[in-house]
């Protein structure tokens, strides 16, 4: 039994304390922690258990390492903003406490391609005795998790990877964005980074697309795009000739995007408006839906999957591992739609295996690199059932 401490109280963050809420023989006690505390003390009181919230600046090490000194967890769910990867992490260094997020660090301004800045933090949590793993979401995480159950029981050697994302779901709005407005949308306008043939190539965002049949769904179109999974995929499978990431769109949702981007809204850099600067994206994300309000507005589901090509005792084999989760059931159990509830239930998975050993190795790793078994395994329990089909 042990303490975990989770920060960020948006969609996924109201996941992560729930589920760990429905755990209590493995969290024993709950801290809920964000910048801004009645967001917190909201989720909380939809919780029958006791959960207790504090205050945190994330951008600050100084300021967690005193929040983990006062409440002193065994284990910290980082689902803040990707630019606060580093600070948490320092302070989860300092004080020999196990770390789990849900993407990889980025800056507002920068496009973070790299996992090094938080694989820096390896030595230093093993001295401590403490794990860290990175980007354990669904994609990124539960996509690379699938590539290692497959490297494990499916083939011995795999060559292609496409990891492939289709929200079926409706909301009955003009335009939203499923989790965090500024993260989305600079996700899918920036350069499409894939792997192939030995190194890292780009396209144009939108500029690439390739029909898929998506179990459960049909055939959608999915645009290439750059996801984290794709690095830390390429570097941890040797001999793999192509990783790829592929997401569906809607013609409206395009549509209204291509508006925003044309108009402006989506630029980073500031601008000045009446003597005081503005970040246009920064505006536009406060001018459109919270994602966790679209919980009860949301039908259908969503389907994402890793479709892998490889050999079999010399034979050629093609299989997909994929899961369906429906928007309406997550939010009759945690109260947001299925996008959170994907994000927020792996992370709560990784920290239950961490805490009972199955992935209590000292030291930061990508998901892919550890024992897939006990995590899918627990993951179907969790909420997220996976299946296998040849192809």
Not at 124 to 145: K, Y
Not at 223 to 241: C, D, Q, R, T, W
Not at 264 to 289: M, R
Request: charged share 20%; hydrophobic share 40%.
């Amino acid at each position: 039994m042990s303490k975990v401490l989770i920060i960020g109280a948006g969609g996924v963050g109201q996941v992560v304390a729930h589920k760990c809420a429905q755990q209590p023989e493995i969290f024993s006690s709950i801290c809920l922690a964000s910048r801004t505390v009645s967001k917190c003390d909201a989720i909380a009181e939809g919780i029958e258990r006791e959960i207790v919230t504090a205050s945190v600046d994330a951008n600050d090490a100084e300021n967690v390492v005193a929040l983990l000194d006062r409440q002193k967890p065994a284990i910290v769910i980082n689902v803040a903003q990707p630019y606060q990867n580093l600070p948490i992490q320092e302070a989860c260094a300092r004080c020999g406490v196990h770390y789990v997020d849900t993407s990889m660090y980025d800056e507002p301004e920068i496009f973070a391609t790299d996992y090094a800045p938080q694989l820096a933090f390896s030595d230093r949590m093993a001295e401590g005795s403490a794990t860290g793993v990175l980007s354990i979401g669904f994609d990124p995480g539960v996509v690379n998790v699938f590539c290692a159950y497959a490297q494990k029981h499916h083939f011995d050697q795999i060559d292609h990877i496409d990891i492939i994302d289709c929200n079926d779901g409706d909301h009955g709005l003009p335009f939203a964005t499923n989790f965090d407005p500024e993260t989305n949308i600079r996700e899918i306008l920036a350069d499409a980074l894939y792997y192939e043939s030995g190194e890292m190539k780009s396209a144009e965002a939108l500029t690439v697309k390739k029909d898929f049949e998506f179990p459960g769904l049909g055939m959608r179109t999915g645009y290439l795009m750059f996801h984290e999974e794709v690095i830390s995929i390429a570097e941890n499978f040797p001999g793999v000739k192509s990783v790829k990431f592929w997401m569906t769109f809607g013609e409206a949702y395009l549509r209204h995007l291509n508006v925003l981007r044309n108009v402006g809204l989506t630029s980073t850099e500031p601008i000045d408006y009446n003597g005081q600067q503005v970040v246009p994206l920064q505006f536009l994300k406060a001018v459109l839906p919270e994602p966790a309000s679209l919980g009860p507005r949301y039908t259908g589901k969503t389907c994402i999957a890793t479709i892998l090509e490889g050999t079999k005792d010399g034979a050629e084999k093609k299989i997909i591992i994929y899961n369906h989760c429906d928007h309406k059931e997550a939010y009759n159990e945690v109260g947001v739609q299925a996008i959170s509830y994907t994000t927020g239930v792996p992370a709560v998975t990784a920290a239950q295996q961490v805490l009972e050993g199955g992935w209590n190795v000292p030291g930061v790793h990508c998901p892919e690199t550890l024992d897939p078994d006990p995590f899918l395994e627990a993951l179907a329990k969790n909420g997220l059932p996976w299946h296998v089909k040849e192809l």
